[in-house]
């Protein structure tokens, strides 16, 4: 597993408390959490580390979220 240094988790906490905020209130929960904190990290261990980058691992997900739960 990559490290990541302190300034950066925080980013990616504060991307997926952002993305969250896009989530449809019937999906916010802690399993689509863990699933979009998930794609940030995925996206930060392949060198995708920009705030813009790292929301649009997750966003690109919700839909998938919403389908796969709903």
Do not use: W
């Not at 504060?14 to 399993?31: G, K, S, W």
């Not at 813009?52 to 979220?65: V, Y």
Request: net charge negative; aromatic share 8%; proline share 4%.
């Amino acid at each position: 597993m990559p490290q990541f240094d302190p300034e950066l988790i925080q980013l990616m906490r504060t991307a997926l408390e952002d993305v969250m905020t896009r989530v449809p209130t019937e999906f916010c929960n802690m399993t689509t959490k863990v699933f979009l904190a998930e794609f940030i990290l995925k996206a930060a261990a392949q060198g995708r580390t920009s705030y813009a980058e790292l929301i649009a691992a997750a966003s690109d997900q919700i839909h998938f979220i919403m389908t796969m739960l709903g």
